[in-house]
C-alpha cells in the first residue's frame, strides 16, 4: 500500500458523474472519505455503496464528504447514482492512475482464483490531506456503520 496513515494523501486529479474535476487540492480545507471500489453495479460494490447512502446523513453530520472511486467511467458512474439514490459523487479512474498511486490494485483472491483488480479499501483524510484512518477489511453491507463505529471511536 502506498498510503500510511499520517501521510499526505497522493495528488489525484479525476472527473465525477458530472463530468466535474475533483482533485487533491480542490478538496483541501474540507475532511473526506475515499471509498475505493471494483466495479458499479456489482453485487458487493453496491451493497457498499447502499450502505453509505443509508448511513449519509450520519456521516456527513461529522464533517466528512463522501466520494467512490472506481475504474468505470463517468456515464457509467451516472448511471449507477440514479439507479440507487446516491447522494455523493463517484470518481471515474479509467486509467486507474489514482487506484494505483494509491496502491490500491493487483492480483487478488476472486471466487477462488487470483485476478488483477482494485483493493476495496476506504481512506478517510482531514482537512489538511492527511491520511487519518485506513480500513482495509471492508464490510460490504454494514459499510456505512463501520465507518461511523471508526469515527465514534477515534473521538
Known amino acids: 500500500m502506498n498510503v500510511a496513515v ?38 458487493g460494490c453496491t451493497k457498499e455503496a447502499c450502505s453509505l447512502r443509508d448511513e449519509y446523513k450520519s456521516i456527513t453530520k461529522l464533517g466528512y464528504t463522501i466520494y467512490g472511486v472506481s475504474p468505470d ?13 446516491f447522494q455523493f459523487s463517484l470518481l471515474a479512474d479509467i486509467e486507474k492512475q489514482m487506484i494505483n498511486d494509491f496502491g490500491l490494485w493487483g492480483t487478488k483472491k476472486f471466487m477462488g482464483r487470483d485476478i488483477e483488480g482494485v483493493f476495496r479499501t476506504t481512506i478517510l483524510v482531514d482537512e489538511n490531506s492527511i491520511v487519518s484512518h485506513i480500513i482495509k477489511k471492508v464490510v460490504t453491507k454494514s459499510h456505512g456503520q463501520q465507518i461511523l463505529d471508526l469515527l465514534q471511536e477515534s473521538k
Open 6 to 43: 499520517g501521510e499526505k494523501v497522493p495528488d489525484f486529479s479525476l472527473l465525477d458523474e458530472s463530468e466535474e474535476r475533483i482533485t487533491r487540492d480542490s478538496l483541501l480545507g474540507t475532511k473526506y472519505i475515499l471509498f475505493f471500489y471494483p466495479k458499479d453495479d456489482s453485487p
Open 73 to 85: 467511467k463517468s456515464k457509467k458512474h451516472k448511471k449507477f447514482i440514479d439507479k440507487y439514490e
